[in-house]
T-cell receptor, first 119, second 110 residues
Framework: SQTIHQWPATLVQPVGSPLSLECTVEGTSNPNLYWYRQAAGRGLQLLFYSVGIGQISSEVPQNLSASRPQDRQFILSSKKLLLSDSGFYLC??????????????????FGPGTRLTVL | SQKIEQNSEALNIQEGKTATLTCNYTNYSPAYLQWYRQDPGRGPVFLLLIRENEKEKRKERLKVTFDTTLKQSLFHITASQPADSATYLCALVTGNQFYFGTGTSLTVIP
């Protein structure tokens, strides 16, 4: 079965410090990978998604970046954190939908999340 | 880009009643729409999906409708239970991209 891991679970960082959040997936290969941020009382904001190693798409301009050094590893980074970067960060994976697929079998599976507080 | 709106107000209902949550979207219709449940401090969990050519989908006590003319999906929980209390998110899916709504907080009162 597939599992998705995120760490750390919680993080408190000062403004201006760097950030590195890691996400790994087990039990599947070539997944689509996603980073979301959820601010308090708000919905999920898609930050980045990746359909393969080294392939990153960004949805919103920001001071965050993402990398996919391995097939099942997705990293979210920042060189200098801002107060507005505080939030709940979620990593997710889905199966790539192939053209021959009859059913849209690509629900998303989410990790446990990282609660980031920037002070 | 897509804009997705869900009931902004929290929904409180009595146990045993039917909860109805709304998801409205703008712009183009997605290939399909999904509903997720999120408990506090946890990641969302997939519940069910409905395709653009389907009007209704059921799974146990859950029912989803999809009206591409109104650009709206309704999510129903029948015979609600306190354990159904959570935030429910709708997500529009086009290709490999997912767009989530802000979610509706549901509380089922015993």
């Amino acid at each position: 079965s597939q599992t998705i891991h995120q760490w750390p679970a919680t993080l408190v960082q000062p403004v201006g410090s760097p950030l590195s959040l890691e996400c790994t997936v087990e039990g599947t290969s070539n997944p689509n990978l996603y980073w979301y941020r959820q601010a308090a009382g708000r919905g999920l904001q898609l930050l980045f998604y990746s359909v393969g190693i080294g392939q990153i798409s960004s949805e919103v301009p920001q001071n965050l970046s993402a990398s996919r050094p391995q097939d099942r590893q997705f990293i979210l980074s920042s060189k200098k954190l801002l107060l507005s970067d505080s939030g709940f960060y979620l990593c997710a994976w889905s199966r790539i939908r192939l053209p021959r697929d009859i059913l849209p079998y690509n629900e998303q599976f989410f990790g446990p999340g990282t609660r980031l507080t920037v002070l | 880009s897509q804009k997705i709106e869900q009931n902004s107000e929290a929904l409180n209902i009595q146990e045993g009643k039917t909860a109805t949550l709304t998801c409205n979207y703008t712009n183009y219709s997605p290939a399909y729409l999904q509903w997720y449940r999120q408990d506090p401090g946890r990641g969302p969990v997939f519940l069910l999906l409905i395709r653009e050519n389907e009007k209704e989908k059921r799974k146990e006590r859950l029912k989803v409708t999809f009206d591409t003319t109104l650009k709206q999906s309704l999510f129903h929980i029948t015979a609600s239970q306190p354990a159904d209390s959570a935030t429910y998110l709708c997500a529009l899916v086009t290709g490999n991209q997912f767009y989530f709504g802000t979610g509706t907080s549901l509380t089922v009162i015993p």
